[in-house]
């Protein structure tokens, strides 16, 4: 298709998702306006990916959780690959592992291809983990021949990718290949592109395999001048990365936060009160207690260092945008607790503190449960202990 005259990267957007519903070439989800639209022939075109020589000798492949990228993700675990997959809107960690059941059915296979298996049959991995994508590939809205790439106007799939690279799991020599309709592929004018956006190596599409030949940088890590503090209000693990890249010393100024408060990366909350405790011979510090079956509004932090202060965990919770109510401090046992006002919140906190360290020590986070009255191991009521449920910290 050609485009109008005037064209910006939205424009482009527009006249993409109103052709493909004009010329009744979307598939369900309908509409496709505002969304990586997915199309009639989409699983043609994942079957593509099998001739890619990059495909067959690849182990580990992140693929986003688009709709039209559904047979890519049911091929990736017919060959027995690790499946990948972003968490929807990055809200609670960067990946879900798709880990079907031991013996699945093709049928089942399919299912966990879909959005709700994502949901089912998933485990999130932590920043921790030794992840080493071995091929990415992404949704579009618009690409052209030479690589360049306009996905749906939120730039998830460019800041995923630029996470991974902070993470160490995608290099520069990364494949990332696009699976769209023939309409999709067009002219794009390189002045649209910016630093952060992330281009393609592949194009596949029902009746062709492109290889664009693109030698066009793709981002180097997070730009964090790009980042709005809106943004990083609602993503939890990027929170975490940023807390990371400001002690290894790295700028991190946002887009729109102000000037005083660049050096603490958060508004300052109201002071945050601190109960200490002492430890009760008989409060279990493994999983093996029974404990109420509610949610939690309280997270349990592990590991501490021996020679830790509660000041440098309250820092870090708030350069974290992680701050509780109250925390109780078990500094000689090693461990804390953070009480939030909602279970949502603890779950957040969890999500947001992945990964973090204090020293060379990473911590473990989880969330807590409470012991029942009279529980057989002798510890008091509404005394929290860890959830092994719900550890995050050693995936």
Known sequence: MELKTGVSKQDIREQIWDYMESQNLADFPRPVHHRIPNFKGSYLACQNIRDLEVFARMQEVKVDPDKPLEGVRLLALQSKKTLLVP???????????????????????????????VRNYSTPVGLDSRVLVDLVVVGSVAVSEKGWRIGKGEGYADLEYAMMVSMGAVSQGTPVVTIVHDCQVIDIPEALLEDHDLTVDYILTPTRVIATGCERPKPTGILWSKISCEVMGKIPILRSLRYRE?????????????????????????????????????????????????????????????????SELKKALRELGAVPQRLTWQG?????????KAPTSAQQAVSCLQ???????????????????GDETGGRADEPYPDCHSAVSDL
């Not at 000689?332 to 939030?340: C, G, K, N, T, V």
């Open 355 to 373: 990964g973090l360290r204090l020293g060379a020590a990473t911590l473990k986070v989880a969330l807590a449960r409470q012991q029942k009255a």
């Open 246 to 310: 400001r002690q290894a010393g790295k700028d991190v100024s946002l887009q729109d936060e102000p000037r005083h408060l660049l050096g603490t990366g958060s508004q300052q909350p109201p002071p945050l009160s601190t109960v200490r405790r002492p430890q009760d011979p008989h409060q279990p510090e493994s999983c093996s207690g029974q404990g109420e079956d509610g949610p939690s509004n309280t997270v349990y932090i592990g590991n501490l260092p021996r020679d830790a202060r509660v």
């Open 332 to 340: 000689p046992q090693r461990r804390a607790f953070l009480h939030y």
């Open 87 to 117: 968490t929807p809107r990055l809200r609670t960690g960067l990946f879900n592992k798709i880990t079907p059941p031991p013996g699945a059915t093709k049928d089942i296979l399919r299912k966990c291809a879909t959005s709700q298996g």
